[in-house]
């Protein structure tokens, strides 16, 4: 099975829990449109905190549990890259968010050993996919 195939499961929603109720958090914040896609809730949008936080700084989107902030219109690749991190909160639960921001001070963004498999989620889409990589996803 490939990497960017492994499904979200019930176990890792309730699990992650504590990092989709930060995100839900955050997308009120951020006064986004709301959507469902892959069992992500997405919250897209132009202002509020999204919109600081994400779009002054380049990113398209952030993901926490199951919630995507998105500021920017995702492809399919860059769509698995943000599944992953959905992931990765299931694998670690609350200690997730810690990890990822201890990782992310000690490494900066680059090296941060969730955004490294991340993006290699992305790109083994990509070479598997080259024709529709980034097509809209969101």
């Not at 019930?10 to 069992?39: H, K, Q």
Request: hydrophobic letters at 45%; proline letters at 4%; charged letters at 20%.
């Amino acid at each position: 099975m490939k990497s960017y195939e492994r499904p979200l499961t019930m176990g890792g929603f309730m699990w992650g829990i504590p990092n989709t109720l930060i995100g839900v958090l955050l997308a009120v914040l951020s006064a986004s449109a709301w959507s469902f896609r892959d069992g992500m809730l997405v919250c897209k949008g132009d202002r509020g905190f999204a919109h600081i936080f994400l779009g002054k700084r380049g990113f398209a989107a952030m993901t926490l549990g199951r919630v995507v902030l998105v500021v920017k219109s995702l492809g399919l690749a860059t769509w698995m890259h943000e599944i992953e991190h959905a992931r990765q909160a299931e694998r670690w639960g609350i200690a997730y968010l810690p990890t990822y921001l201890l990782n992310h001070v000690r490494n900066g963004y680059d090296r941060n050993p969730f955004e490294v498999s991340a993006v290699a989620v992305g790109d083994e889409f990509r070479v598997d996919h080259p024709d529709t990589a980034d097509e809209p996803a969101v």
